[in-house]
């Protein structure tokens, strides 16, 4: 019987993962990341149980993964990572004002969940570390374990992961990856955990209201981030209060009305213009990433496999050139819209994941 340090966010799908653990055997812990940020400024998650609220690391989350520990009878303890997390927070607000679109769940991921985790988990001699994300983990024929898709494609959460050390793979377990979701669900009403029909998580926790550039304003006072907005000419036609407020892609929330969609293309920071113009100007064919993480055998000649750009985004084909300084450069077979600084580029073959970084330059096809 292996023991297995489980992180339990409080919802269903941590929460059906504790119970499959036991079933297999495994010696579960229950672990639950508070991140310890004060709400005096506005500027964090506000201490309430409404059930609006989609988060995953609140004082009702935490109560919630604690009556499923006790219900299963596993141990259960509450970690503070207050100041790993004030890190998060900072790259987040960091990254949009330099005019980027950050993914804080990914960098959780891979500082928190399969970092400190790793850390907690060897303090109690534990041989594995497990979570409930749709991933799955599979042996290759030549003996490294590879990161693959869950086998729910409406779930499939591998994306996120990419970040994760290769090092780790086989000492990580993703039990709900072989499931689909209203197998999960179906499980904890069976089970009668009163998480069952609780809704996912889909906002960023310290961010609940989801206005990202009050957040920002919050942390960073007295910042002036105003300027233009232009068209990809050139042409002034309005102003906006600051920059981390759009990304690229955005369309809705421009403030100007020019008789026919217009969507963000650019982010010139220096200048603190927002650079507008149609979707097809949007679109791009080449992008460059850097900070690479591979899951296999790094390449040291073009790749051809499967790029994705976004979490919901389907993957496209492409040829993958490594470049120096840990960065790749993807030629896409196929234009994708909205490739936006600061997103991660994750590379697959079929269902395996070969490995990712961070976007930090296009070009337009």
Not at 131 to 137: D, N, S, V
């Amino acid at each position: 019987m292996a023991r297995v340090v489980l992180a339990m966010s409080g919802g269903v799908d941590s929460s059906v993962a504790a119970w499959l653990l036991r079933q297999q055997g495994h010696d579960v812990i229950g672990l639950f990341m508070r991140h310890g940020q004060a709400v005096d400024d506005g500027c964090a998650i506000p201490a309430d149980s409404s059930p609006r609220r989609q988060g995953c690391c609140s004082a009702a989350d935490a109560a919630d993964a604690r009556r499923v520990a006790d219900l299963l009878e596993i141990p259960f303890y509450a970690l503070n990572f207050e100041s790993e997390f004030s890190r998060i927070i900072d790259y987040f607000v960091d990254q949009y004002t330099a005019g980027r679109t950050p993914n804080p769940c990914i960098v959780c991921n891979t500082w928190l969940k399969f970092g400190k985790l790793f850390e907690y988990a060897d303090s109690v001699d534990a041989q594995y570390v497990a979570t409930g994300h749709y991933a799955r983990l599979e042996k290759t024929d030549d003996g490294p374990m590879a990161l693959c898709r869950g086998v729910d494609p409406g779930k499939d959460q591998a994306y996120v992961l990419f970040g994760i050390d290769r090092r780790r793979l086989d000492r990580l377990l993703f039990p709900v990856g072989t499931h689909h979701k209203e197998e999960i669900r179906r499980i904890a009403t069976e089970l009668g955990l009163q998480v069952a029909e609780k809704p996912d998580s889909q906002e960023i926790c310290f961010v609940p209201d989801q206005d990202h550039a009050r957040f920002i304003r919050r942390r960073r006072r007295g910042i002036d981030t105003s300027g233009e907005i232009v068209t990809t000419d050139g042409t002034v036609v309005g102003r906006h209060d600051g920059i981390e407020r759009f990304t690229i892609g955005q369309r809705k929330g421009l403030g100007v009305a020019l008789g026919e969609p217009r969507y963000v293309v650019r982010l010139d920071v220096a200048s603190r213009r927002v650079v507008i113009g149609t979707h097809d100007e949007l679109a791009c064919g080449e992008l460059t990433a850097a900070e690479v993480n591979w899951l296999v055998d790094p390449p040291d000649v073009p790749l051809r496999c499967q790029v994705k750009i976004r979490y919901r985004s389907q993957p496209v084909a492409a040829i993958v050139e490594p470049l120096d300084g840990n960065r790749f450069r993807a030629r896409l077979d196929e234009p994708r819209h909205g490739v936006a600084p600061g997103q991660a580029a994750v590379c697959y073959q079929g269902d395996r994941v070969l490995g990712g970084g961070w976007i930090e330059d296009f070009e337009p096809s």
